[in-house]
């Protein structure tokens, strides 16, 4: 269990889980915690492994070394009672052409339950409906557009009331609104279930994820809470937007020994300092101070700057490449 | 959500888990398509054409024979090779059956579900209509086989048919594309024909293009009967080892 999960279940667990193909490596022995409950968003760049770790964990591929539980049970002996539990979404997920909607929806939910026909009816009515396929319902799937396949792949990954949703890139493929329409559902699905999705769409992450990891070139570099990872990510910055003759102020905070960089962007050509900080406490209480008691300038704006998960994102994976 | 309260949860557990459902499946998809009876007309065309030519040449005095090791035999074969070649490798190709498999199944169970729709087709839709309706054009014409020999023949055409099931399922859980899959069977047919003429006894017999003539054997009664008895009963044997080779290829395969 990684440290701040300590109360809450863990629904995935690997030690050292490993996957080589054709003796490649494409997978380098990674340590993952999931918590209940929490929309986790596996972040990497394209052939990172995400896939390659999805399928492990679904028993589509077997691990080379390593292990893994989900729900507490060992992926290698309990493929099937884990399946049981989950729902998945392939990256291009794929359904007989012939089928509609609702006959693919049916199909999917009879693996799970045998009855009440009623019953089971209502379940796919109310998937259709969550994944707004309703008036589709009734179209062979061939003719679908990647949207509407992707919508039925999250309806029909939810039909048995999983404790835990799989989504392989769940949103790659779609347009603005049908990925808003996507992370709508993940939402609204996170009060009833683990969501542990891949996806290198890093706004995404940031608007509905709570915890992230990443994977770059086959190993884990990173995982927490998002909000840790934002804040924690080398010290702060601070944002002053002012007019006036900035000279003064430039000079003033480069000589204080708890700012780090200083830089200056302009918008809408008013100029905005950047102050990147050691000391966040001296920071917050100093260096508005210290600015305003320039007399040549007016501040306008003054703020902390969160760090963005695409700049995280690209250190880290940049720093484990060029750690190699 | 109150009916979720309702739901029966399924019980297959093992091999069998989806079982039920794949071979609900695959009999729908056999049987409740047009293409199927599309499939059916042109297989009966073939057929019953070839026993009809076969009764206006008054092919001496047998003409059940041809009908069973030609008709039923090679034209059947080729239907089964036809009909089932994409079975495991189109779904390999199109991702449905990883789709398949991320659901609560066993891989047994893809491949016998195949197996057994396929033979439900086989049985069903070549062994009996196409058997019932020569029979029926056999007594009308006065060449009537007595009824128990050729339910005989048409047991062992059947097995004769499944083998070439088997032998798909096989090839398409082995091979990644279509091409084998459809062109070993081919060619197996091909090459027991050119070489059953080389053999003599129980090899000849044994070949694929063999068992066809050994169809007709079992129709005739006697030591020649039991004979075609003891070849397919090999022919069950082998398609055992076929669907075994089958699902053990297809367990370790990866998605």
């Known amino acids: 269990m990684s440290p701040g999960t300590e109360q809450t279940p863990v629904i995935i667990s690997t030690r050292g ?28 760049p394209n052939g990172a492994g995400k896939t390659t770790v999805i399928k492990l964990l679904l028993g589509l591929a077997r691990p ?31 359904f007989y052409d012939k089928m509609t909607a609702r006959e693919t929806l049916r199909f999917s939910a009879r693996f799970f339950y045998t009855g009440p026909k009623r019953a089971i009816e209502q379940r796919v009515a109310q998937a259709l409906e969550l994944a707004g396929l309703s008036d589709s319902a009734d179209r062979p799937t061939k003719g679908f557009s990647g949207g509407e396949r992707q919508r039925l792949g999250i309806a029909q990954a939810q039909i048995n009331h999983p404790d835990l949703l799989v989504l392989d890139e769940p949103a790659a493929a779609l347009d603005p609104i049908g990925r808003r ?21 890093l706004d995404d992450v ?5 915890t992230v990891a990443i994977l770059s070139k086959s190993t884990l570099v990173a995982q927490a809470p998002i909000d840790e990872l934002l804040t924690a990510s080398g ?67 003054f703020g902390r700057t969160r760090h963005n998960l695409e700049d995280i994102f690209v250190n880290l994976v940049e720093g484990a490449e060029h750690g190699r | 959500m109150a009916a979720d309260l309702a739901f029966q949860p399924a019980h297959d557990r093992g091999w069998r888990s989806g079982l039920g459902v794949l071979l609900r499946h695959e009999i729908q998809s056999f049987w409740g398509t047009r293409t199927w009876w599309v499939q059916l007309g042109a297989w009966t065309f073939l057929i019953q054409g070839l026993l009809l030519n076969s009764l206006a040449r008054a092919h001496h005095g047998a003409p059940g024979t041809e009908f069973i090791s030609v008709g039923m035999g090679t034209f059947g074969a080729l239907g089964m090779i036809v009909i089932t ?19 609560p199944v066993s891989r047994s169970a893809f491949i016998l579900a195949k197996f057994l729709g396929a033979l439900t087709g086989a049985l069903a839709g070549v062994v009996a209509v196409e058997g019932a309706a020569a029979y029926a054009v056999l007594a009308a014409t006065g060449h009537s086989p007595a009824a ?8 062992a055409v059947a ?55 050994v169809s007709v054997s079992a129709s005739s009664g006697g030591p020649a009967a039991t004979a075609a008895l003891a070849v397919s009963a090999i022919y069950a044997v082998l398609i055992i080892a076929l669907l075994a080779g089958a699902i053990t290829r297809f367990t370790r395969e990866e998605s």
Request: aromatic share 8%; with cysteine.
């Open chain 1, 17 to 44: 889980l490993a996957k080589s193909y054709r003796g490649v490596q494409s997978l380098k022995g990674i340590d993952l915690t999931v918590p209940e409950h929490s929309i986790f968003g596996f972040l990497g």
């Open chain 1, 64 to 94: 080379t070394s390593g292990t893994a539980t989900v729900f507490g049970l060992d992926i290698a002996g309990h493929s099937r009672a884990i399946r049981r539990r989950v729902g998945y979404l392939a990256q291009d997920p794929r």
């Open chain 1, 181 to 201: 329409d996507v992370l709508q559902v993940m939402e609204r699905l996170r009060q009833h279930t683990t969501i542990f999705y891949s996806t290198h769409l």
């Open chain 1, 206 to 210: 940031q608007r509905v994820s709570d």
């Open chain 1, 235 to 301: 010290g702060a910055t601070y944002s002053v937007a002012m007019r006036g003759d900035s000279k003064t102020v430039w000079r003033r905070l480069k000589e204080q020994p708890w700012v780090s960089a200083l830089s200056v962007s302009h918008a809408n050509a008013i100029p905005h300092l950047q102050v990147a900080v050691r000391d966040e406490a001296r920071a917050e209480r100093d260096l508005l101070r210290l600015v305003m008691a320039d007399p040549a300038v007016t501040v306008l704006e």
């Open chain 2, 85 to 103: 070649h994409n079975a495991v490798v189109g779904e390999k190709q199109s991702g449905t059956a990883a789709w398949i498999m991320s659901k």
């Open chain 2, 148 to 155: 128990f020999t050729y339910l005989r023949a048409m047991a």
């Open chain 2, 159 to 213: 097995i004769y048919l499944l083998f070439f099931v088997a032998l798909s399922l096989c090839l398409g859980a082995f091979f990644t594309s279509r091409g084998p899959v459809l062109a070993i069977p081919l060619i197996a047919i091909l090459a027991g024909q050119l070489l059953r003429f080389n053999l003599a006894g129980i090899g000849a017999a044994l070949l694929p293009a063999g068992h066809s003539q």
